[in-house]
């Protein structure tokens, strides 16, 4: 399912216009995005938490070349899902 088949989907079993559902999905974007950026912990009840987890420095080594390089600290976004997205349920 793409954006624009999720904008239908949610619009149809909310009785929404795709353009208010559209905006609606827009403003969830960008606030879980605007938490990231601030390192916050942002959790949806039933659906699960986005989380910023810190990546260490560490060695590595170049594929092509097989040289080590240094691979520099990094955040990457993370996400548990809850208990009750679980799919493997009966």
Known sequence: M???????TVAD?????????????EAIVETIH???KKGERLTLVGFGSFYVSQRAA???INPRSGKT????????IKFKPST???????
């Open 2 to 8: 793409n954006k624009t088949d999720f904008i239908k």
């Open 13 to 25: 079993k909310a009785q929404l216009t795709q353009k208010d559902t559209k905006a609606v999905y």
């Open 34 to 36: 605007e938490e990231m």
């Open 58 to 60: 560490r060695k590595g």
């Open 69 to 76: 390089i240094d691979i520099k600290a990094s955040k990457s």
């Open 84 to 90: 009750a997205l679980d799919i493997n349920k009966k």
